[in-house]
């Protein structure tokens, strides 16, 4: 069965739209809290990971879920209304307040809570707003999981009456010192790094840890006023970071999305790094010292072949799953890997975080810089991309693509033409209105013209707005 409301990361939408108000908020609350009621009931095979964990988790952390928001005008308010909804289930919601979404999911791990909620929608504008839930360990909630909530969801929130909700202040305190221990005291004494924090979660977290480590920060993205979140900065923006550093004479650049979990660089020169380039970096790195478990990578379907290329050369493996960082998540845990993450940025070092961080992510880079004394510059070159071409169609609706013949016909035909040499990705993004292609090949002249195919098949068949 297919889930109605939740996608790759979360529920999302427009706030004040039919999803992502207070009074679902608050109806979802009461699901959760049932869902939780009965997975603790379960027994024998039929309990699920998640119940045998949660049950051990009520030993230590009670009923709590802990819930974390960025800096969106709407987290307050839709914070308020999901708490009361967990709340009239039984739970006993404590708010973490504005902190990045990897320290929500270090806080359940850590304070064993029942559950974690991150209200963000990540790298969408302001105006989205959305909800997602870390299960005990700080692991993200599976599709079944999901599935599971929704079918609980009543058809509307009871109107108990709303208990004053609880704080939490040491969650940002124990992030930032866990990331600060990450290198050695000072080491980045001399270093200018420009840093953007999309005026989201992370403007009072990873400016701190560099400058605490000795680092001279240059901030963009650092006024954060409740409207401004990834508008024209952050990792989805990278224009004035990469131009800001190269400008300023910087070692690298780190940009961030609007919740914390994602991370690109730019090098001393300007020149961008995607999570392909920052993985296959700390990839390599480890198996030169044998410190990557069963020497693998996990990573996407929409990973770069080179990616493949480069770690095969160094002795290792890659493991690809559908897009999103859970599925990421899911299959390091299920081999046992360290490492893992997507190449828009989403970076899972689990030996720190059992999710994408994209303050670790930066720091594990600036690690290999250290080690090595090598620039940003050079250590990228351990990946030679295959010429790839991506487009973003935003579309009326979100047809089944098996029922679209010309956009089957055109992937069908490109796949055959580029065979071993190339790869051709279509599919509707998880979190947004939008078909999403990609296309690899021998040549740039080649993707160019396959992404112009699929265009055009797109436009034939679909509403593009």
């Given amino acids: 069965m297919k889930r109605q409301y939740f996608g790759t990361d979360g529920i999302r ?17 009461v ?35 802990f819930i974390g928001r960025d800096t969106r005008a709407s987290g307050a308010a839709l914070e308020a209304a999901l708490a009361a909804g967990l709340q009239v289930g039984g739970l006993e919601p404590v708010s973490l307040g504005v902190l990045p979404t990897p320290a929500v999911a270090r806080a359940v791990r850590t304070a064993h809570a029942v559950l974690g909620v991150v209200i963000t929608a990540s790298h969408n504008p302001a105006a989205d707003n959305g909800i997602k839930f870390f299960g005990p360990g700080g692991v993200k909630l599976s599709d079944e999981e999901e599935l599971g909530i929704e079918r609980l969801l009543p058809a509307k929130a009871d109107g108990g009456p709303r208990l004053e ?5 040491n969650a940002v305190a124990d992030y930032i010192a866990t990331a600060s221990r990450l290198l050695p005291a000072g080491a980045l004494a001399g270093w200018r790094v420009v840093l953007d924090t999309a005026n989201g979660a992370t403007c009072a977290t990873s400016p ?30 990278p224009g004035p970071f990469a131009a800001r550093t190269r400008e300023s004479g910087a070692r690298l650049g780190i940009a961030h999305d609007g919740d914390g979990d994602r991370c690109i660089l730019c090098d001393e020169r ?52 559908a897009v999103g960082d859970r599925y990421v998540s899911e299959r390091m845990l299920a081999e046992g890997a360290t490492l893992g993450g997507e190449s828009s940025g989403h970076i899972i070092c689990a030996g720190v975080s059992p999710t994408g961080d994209g303050l670790v992510a930066a720091l594990k880079v600036i690690e290999v810089m250290l080690a090595t004394g090598r620039p940003l510059s050079e250590l990228r070159r ?6 790839q071409r991506s487009s973003a169609l935003k ?17 069908a035909a490109l796949e055959k033409e580029l065979g071993s040499q190339g790869r051709v990705l279509v599919r509707y993004s998880g979190t947004e209105a939008k078909l999403r292609l990609l296309v690899e090949g021998p040549t740039d002249a080649a993707v160019n013209a396959g992404i112009a195919r699929l265009e055009a098949a797109v436009r034939s068949e679909l509403e593009v707005i």
């Fill in 31 to 65: 699901a959760v809290a049932k869902w939780l009621a009965e997975n603790a009931q379960g027994t024998g095979d039929r309990r699920s990971s998640f119940a045998k964990a949660s049950a051990d988790t009520r030993e230590t952390g009670g009923r709590k879920v």
């Fill in 270 to 321: 300007g020149e961008i790094l995607d999570g392909d380039e920052i993985l296959t970096i700390l990839a390599t790195y480890a198996l030169t010292r044998g410190a990557l478990p069963g020497k693998t990578l996990v990573v996407t379907v929409q990973s770069n072949l080179g990616v493949d290329a480069a770690i095969a050369a160094a002795g290792g493996r890659v493991l690809r799953t």
């Fill in 165 to 169: 909700l609880a704080t939490e202040l």
């Fill in 395 to 411: 579309v009326r609706d979100k047809k089944p693509l098996e029922s679209l013949p010309a956009i089957t016909a055109a992937i």
């Fill in 382 to 387: 351990v990946l030679k991309k295959f010429p």
């Fill in 208 to 237: 701190v840890v560099l400058r605490a480590q000795g680092a001279e920060v240059i901030g963009l993205g650092d006024a954060p006023d409740g409207n401004n979140i990834n508008a024209g900065v952050g990792s989805e923006h």
């Fill in 13 to 29: 939408g427009t706030y004040g739209g039919p999803v992502i108000n207070e009074e679902f908020a608050a109806r979802l609350g």
